[in-house]
C-alpha cells in the first residue's frame, strides 16, 4: 500500500531457549523508515521490561539504527526517540544491539508486512506466532 497512512512493524523476544514473544504492530506513518525501526525498537524494549526480563540481547537489520546507539551519534531528527530510549535502557541491567542481516531476519519482516497491510493501528503481542 503506497499510500497507506500505517507504518508496520514486528519483533521477536526470545525470552528463554524455546520461549518466544511476538509482537506485531501498526502504528501511524512516521517520518522514515529510520524513525519506523526505533520506534519497533522501543516497542520491544517496552514488552521486554513489561515482562520483567531486563537482560535482553536486541538485534536488527537496520545498520543505521545499531550505529546510531552503538556509537552514540547525536540525530537531532530522533531527540524524542532517544530521549525515550536513554530512560527505557536506565533499566535494564544488560543491553546490547547489533547488526543481523535482513536475510536472517525474515520472519520480523513478514509481521512488519502483515501489520501493514491491516491498515489499522494496533499492538498485540502473544506467545502464538501471529497469522498471515
Keep these: 500500500m503506497t499510500n497507506s497512512t500505517v ?3 514486528g519483533f521477536v523476544l526470545e525470552l528463554a531457549p524455546g520461549t518466544h514473544m511476538y ?3 501498526g502504528m ?3 517520518l522514515s523508515p529510520m524513525h519506523a ?3 519497533i525498537l522501543l516497542y ?3 514488552n521486554s521490561l513489561q515482562l520483567g526480563v531486563t537482560s535482553m540481547f536486541f538485534e536488527s537489520d537496520c545498520l543505521q539504527l545499531v550505529k546510531l546507539i552503538n556509537d552514540e551519534e547525536d540525530w ?3 531527540a524524542s526517540e532517544c530521549n525515550e530510549f536513554i530512560h ?3 533499566l535494564f541491567t544488560v543491553f546490547s544491539i547489533s547488526f543481523i542481516a535482513r536475510e ?3 520472519r520480523t519482516d513478514l509481521f512488519a508486512k502483515g501489520a501493514r497491510s491491516q491498515n489499522s493501528i494496533f499492538f498485540h503481542v502473544d506467545s502464538v506466532i501471529p497469522d498471515g
Excluded: C
Aim: aromatic share 8%; glycine share 12%; net charge neutral.
Design 28 to 30: 501511524d506513518q512516521t
Design 7 to 9: 507504518s508496520g512493524g
Design 104 to 106: 536472517r531476519n525474515v
Design 88 to 90: 527505557l535502557l536506565s
Design 23 to 25: 509482537g506485531y504492530i
Design 44 to 46: 520491544a524494549m517496552k
Design 76 to 78: 537531532l531528527a530522533m
Design 37 to 39: 525501526e526505533f520506534t
